[in-house]
């Protein structure tokens, strides 16, 4: 106990750095996913197809292989041109939760916009509205409650994702653990039953307040 009493100010430090990566990574790829999944419906080749690509690379490949590109390749190549310095733990962090993310949030609003009866569609165009204003006042709207869950659920992955920018020298939650446990080998649970708690009082909250949202969104959705 005393030993979690003691490691708990940089335990917390280490929690506001994950929810510092989380929020900032996650918006970015509900952004992404939205283009993308608008160029996934696009009939033109050259949206559709590099769409496509990049969802299927993405999600093929290990999250961890495409921090290290960002990381190392990609930091290469800038100091080449004396540009290293756009390239550290929180950038290649962000960038990397951001774009793997953003491939599935891809998916989530391509099947979200899909359940959207074409009627509706159909109707909104019969009175007028454009296909902007369709999207945005008729289509989105109505897919935005069967997001909501698997928004939260890719959000609670993210933050345990987040975990991988240690590898990097990043400062969150399980950077702090292992360094907290490397000195402390001798007695580790109490480090770990801190970790995990920390994880729980940014993950439950998270799923509290989704499902207020959507159950708020689906009722102004009747009238």
């Known amino acids: 106990m005393d030993l979690a009493l003691q490691a708990l100010p940089a335990f917390l ?10 929020v900032t990574a996650f918006p970015l790829a509900l952004v992404l996913g939205l ?5 996934r419906n696009a009939r033109t080749v050259w949206l559709h197809g590099p769409a496509r690509i990049f ?11 495409q921090l290290y590109i960002l990381y190392y390749a990609l930091g290469a190549i800038l100091a080449q041109y004396h540009l290293a310095n756009m390239i550290n733990a929180w950038s290649a962090g962000i960038a990397a939760l951001a774009l793997n993310y953003a491939a599935y949030e891809a998916e989530i609003f391509r ?3 899909a359940s959207v009866e074409q009627g509706q569609t159909e109707a909104a165009y019969s009175l007028g509205l454009s296909r902007a204003q369709n999207f945005f006042r008729i289509v989105l709207p109505q897919a935005i409650p069967l997001m909501i869950p698997p928004f939260v659920n890719d959000f609670i992955f993210m933050i345990k994702d987040s975990a991988i920018v240690s590898l990097v ?8 653990l292992s360094f907290w446990v490397t000195r402390h080998g001798s ?4 480090l770990y039953a801190l970790a995990i708690v920390l994880y729980l009082a940014m993950s439950l909250p998270t799923s509290f307040v989704a499902r207020k949202l959507e159950a708020r969104v689906r009722a102004s959705l009747q009238f």
């Open 13 to 22: 430090a280490g929690a506001r750095d994950t929810v510092i990566y989380c």
């Open 111 to 113: 099947a979200g916009l």
């Open 187 to 190: 007695n580790p649970l109490p």
């Open 55 to 65: 969802i299927e690379v993405i999600r093929g490949t290990p999250i961890l292989v």
């Open 35 to 39: 283009v993308l999944a608008l160029m």
């Open 169 to 176: 020298s990043g400062t969150d939650l399980t950077s702090i």
